[in-house]
């Protein structure tokens, strides 16, 4: 007992474990030191702040050295996702904006080559094939700031999630999930209430005319029971994202609403007369001496 | 002294004691963990939210609450219908009469001086009738709403979604309507009363003393101590028969302790 002890101390000092070890550890820490190398080189001329007026001319875009070491990508080249920089390219030969995040977007799927399939097909896939504008991968996720889904940093973070998609998707849409008790779940803080992409989905995106789309009318009992106990036809036949309003399938809450708060005031300020009375009459007693 | 009498009352018995502590303590619970939904979008309201340690934890006591507050109401069902069923314990003293309205009048005239003396109160004045109908009510449309809301897809076995959609809004505006209710009218009657401040110990002795009975329920106290037929015959009669220096009675005062049959 005590040697099979002492074996499985001295185990990791093993000649053969300790020489992959060391050679593991090389590996990666050679790696790491080249990237280090390439990125400091970047941020060099990236990591200087503009001042509040804005950049100089001829000052490098900005990038946060703490954002980009904390992120997800924190230990991968700069090069890796601008693949077409070269050291001491012109500034003129670097796009921006857009144009660069359509660049970068096609760089992604280097390593995330799964996703890329599932997006080419969706909504948002479809738009940038045929040339429109979009939503790119960079447009959720975030750029120099990418991080985990779980992390509530991330852009993609339940509570968050519902602001990236409202970039774009404003509309009624926004105002009517707040409202719900899905969004306000959200909103306080519920990682396991429904967000946008729960019930829409998130790469494979579709609009719900399309067949295999997720809020498809048919396929609605389908999405719900993702949490809801059973898919059934009735839970799911409702309107989501029904307007507050007088007419339409908002109506019954709106009216409730309506009802509800005449029905506080009413009673509120009879009760507050009502005590106002008896304080009243209270101190007519005390003024009389019969206090 | 011609004859003695007990010197406390019971209004309450231990089971609606329970019943009332079931239903006040998850009364508290889930106003402060059901506000911060209704106000999620508020500064205030995200703080609440985080004190309950926010979103998903934060419906879990509430629940755990609504749960207790279900029971307390299951609780007295059951109690009513043991109280009905025994012809020795049957009063349906709690259901509004026609003489709530005159207690009504009665009272408005005496707060506004043109009543020498308050209404002759029976075992239930209407404001404690108000209090415990409110609650009936408003246990059916909260519990109602709150469980087709916990339960939604078996809800929709039953009822349309709109159906369900609306009553979100009924159970969180009858809440607010409930909370005004409870934390001005019934604080006011119970705390803040200059007769019960800081409070109405019946909640947890259970009884009365008689000099209060003499104030808050002279009818009952009558009738208990056998003047009922006495007080009839005389016309114009206010107040208790009961030999009383007028001086013993706070004017003004008014009853409001928790009632029997309050769930």
């Known amino acids: ?270 009760l507050i007369i009502h005590i106002e009375m008896e304080l009243f009459r209270r101190y007519q007693n005390i003024k009389k001496g019969k206090g | 002294m011609a004859e003695q009498h007990k010197s406390e009352y019971e209004r309450f018995d231990i089971h609606q004691r329970i019943q009332h502590v079931m239903m006040f303590s998850s009364f508290i619970l889930t106003t402060f963990t059901g506000l911060p939904i209704k106000y999620a979008y508020t500064g205030w309201g995200q703080s609440l939210a985080a004190f309950w340690g926010g979103g998903d934890l934060l419906l879990k006591i509430h629940l755990t609450g609504a749960t207790v507050m279900l029971a307390s109401c299951v609780y007295h069902l059951f109690y009513l219908v043991a109280i009905l069923a025994n012809k020795k314990t049957r009063s349906w003293a709690a259901v509004p009469s026609p003489k709530d309205f005159k207690d009504l009048g009665d009272n408005l005239r005496y707060l506004l001086g043109l009543n020498p003396k308050q209404a002759y109160w029976e075992r239930y004045t209407y404001k404690e009738k108000f209090d415990y109908w409110a609650v009936f009510w408003g246990i059916f449309m909260i519990g109602g709403s709150g469980l087709m809301m916990w339960f939604p897809d078996v809800a929709t076995a039953f009822v349309p979604r709109w159906f369900i959609d609306a009553s979100r809004a009924a159970h969180s505006d009858e809440a607010v309507l409930a909370i005004v209710v409870i934390f001005f009218w019934h604080f006011y009657n119970v705390h803040f009363s200059p007769t019960f401040f800081p409070m109405n110990k019946l909640w947890y002795k259970g009884t009365m003393h008689r000099e209060l009975m003499l104030h808050e329920h002279p009818a009952e106290l009558d009738r208990i101590e056998g003047r009922a037929a006495q007080a009839k015959k005389d016309a114009g009669y206010r107040g208790s028969t009961a030999a009383v220096d007028s001086s013993d009675v706070i004017p003004g005062d008014i009853p409001g302790e928790k009632i029997s049959h309050r769930s």
């Open chain 1, 1 to 270: 007992m005590g040697a099979w002890i002492i074996a499985l101390l001295l185990g990791p000092a093993s000649p053969v474990l300790a020489d992959t070890k060391v050679n593991l550890d090389e590996l990666t820490k050679s790696r790491l030191a080249e990237v280090e190398k390439i990125n400091n080189g970047c941020l060099s001329c990236h990591a200087k702040k503009p001042t509040a007026k804005g950049r100089v001319p001829g000052q490098a875009p900005f990038i946060d050295r703490e954002k980009l070491h904390t992120s997800g990508h924190s230990q991968i080249a700069c090069t890796k996702c601008h693949d077409d920089v070269k050291e001491g390219a012109k500034p003129s030969v670097i796009v921006g904006g857009r144009e660069l995040a359509k660049k970068v977007d096609r760089t992604c799927q280097k390593c995330h080559e799964d996703i890329d399939k599932v997006y080419e097909k969706s909504s948002h896939g479809k738009l940038l094939e045929q040339g429109k504008e979009t939503a790119l991968c960079s447009d959720c996720h975030g750029s120099h700031n990418i991080r985990k889904t779980s992390d509530p940093e991330s852009e993609t973070y339940a509570k968050n999630s519902v602001e990236t998609c409202v970039k774009c998707h404003a509309h009624k849409y926004k105002e009517t999930y707040e409202e719900s008790f899905h969004g306000r779940a959200v909103h306080l803080g519920s990682v396991t209430s429904a967000t946008c992409v729960s019930c829409h989905g998130s790469h494979a995106i579709l609009g719900p005319s399309e067949p295999e789309s997720t809020v498809n009318k048919a396929n609605i009992p389908k999405t719900c029971a993702q949490c809801h106990l059973k898919a059934r036809a009735n839970f799911a036949a409702g309107t989501e994202h029904a307007e507050l309003k007088a007419q339409g399938p908002g109506a019954p809450t709106y009216w409730t609403l309506k009802f509800f708060t005449w029905l506080t005031i009413i009673v509120f300020t009879l």
